[in-house]
């Protein structure tokens, strides 16, 4: 990101911030199925307790996820299109 020029007139000014801006994107994404993975790992530890545990730890972790992904205040805000101000 600190390779995109500060000019918006540099020939390179827009070439760069739209790589940088994808950049960004393919790191936030690496990211939040890392995370995910993380989850379901520690929850697949529950095995260790035996099957019915690691069902329960395992739909814990999917509601868990469901809501941060679909319910939650960002996402709502998202779906609208206003900002929190409004």
């Known amino acids: 990101m600190a390779a995109v020029p500060n000019n918006p007139n540099h020939p390179q000014a827009i070439p760069r911030a739209i790589m940088a801006g994808e950049i960004n994107i393919r790191a ?5 199925r890392g995370l995910r993975a993380m989850y379901f790992a520690l929850a697949s530890l529950a095995w260790l307790a035996g099957a019915p ?5 395992f739909l814990v972790t999917l509601w868990m ?5 679909f319910s939650s205040q960002a996402s709502t805000l998202l779906k609208s299109g206003t900002s929190a101000d409004s």
Request: glycine residues 0%.
């Open 28 to 32: 936030a994404l690496s990211f939040n």
């Open 53 to 57: 545990v690691l069902l329960a730890a």
């Open 65 to 69: 996820l469901w809501n941060r992904e």
